[in-house]
Each structure stands twice: as structure tokens, then as C-alpha cells.
């Protein structure tokens, strides 16, 4: 599910539209942006509550630092989420450059987890499928 919301932001920032249109891409923006932040809020939750944080520190406690690295990151999602939906919230259609700057950092935001996805597949790889010998 997050992945296709993932996927309409970033159609809804690419959207092009005259200066008139703006008030609906802002107002799409914000609904796209607010439905990504909860879906992504519920996913690091599942995650770091029972999730492939917690069974990779059970089974490759030397994987922990990797583990902690991407705790942290999910923490700097929670913050720019903080900071980016209220200035959204905040912004009038009148104030175009702002807007622009504001989707822009959307997209960097989501090019981060587009990298932090692919970090948490790395982690599980190698945690679950490497084989670290040992047998006779």
C-alpha cells in the first residue's frame, strides 16, 4: 500500500498546472502527503515493534548497528513528516515559490525511503539468507 501511495505523490508533485490550478494540486498534495505520512508512521511502527528490527537482533545480534542505523533514519522520516505537512498546512496558494520548495523537499524525502526501503532489503538478505557456515 505504501508504495502506491508512494507512487501518486509523486504524480500528484509532478503534476503540471497553470498558476489557476494551483490551489487544487496544493490541496492534492496535502491529502496524498497526510495519507503517506500515516502509512509510513504504521509501517516504521510495525517495523520496531515486533517486526524485522526485533527478529534480526534475536538471530544476528552482530547485524545491530545496521539495525539502529535504520531506527534512526525512521526517526528523521518522523521529523521532516512534522516539519513538512504543517508547512504545507500552512501555505496559501498565492505563495508559489514556497510551495515549490516545499514539494521539492517531498521528493527528496521520498527518494530517502526509496533508499532506506532498499537498505531494509539488504539487512534481511543478509540476515536471513546468508550462510555463515559452521556444519560438519
Known sequence: MLSHIKDA???????????AGVVRKLTSVRFTLQSFQRHLERIMSLEEEGGYMVVVGEIKPNMSERTDALRVEHD??????????????????????????VCGEIVALLDKVDRHDAKEIDLLQDALLLDEGGEG
Do not use: G, M, N, Y
Not at 508533485?13 to 497553470?18: I, S
Not at 521529523?79 to 515549490?100: C, G, I, M, T, W
Open 76 to 101: 528523521t522520516f518522523r521529523a521532516s513528516l512534522e516539519r513538512l505537512v504543517p508547512s504545507l498546512d500552512a501555505l496559501s496558494p498565492e505563495d508559489e515559490p514556497r510551495f515549490h520548495q
Open 9 to 19: 505523490l509523486r504524480v500528484t508533485l509532478d503534476w503540471k498546472v497553470p498558476s
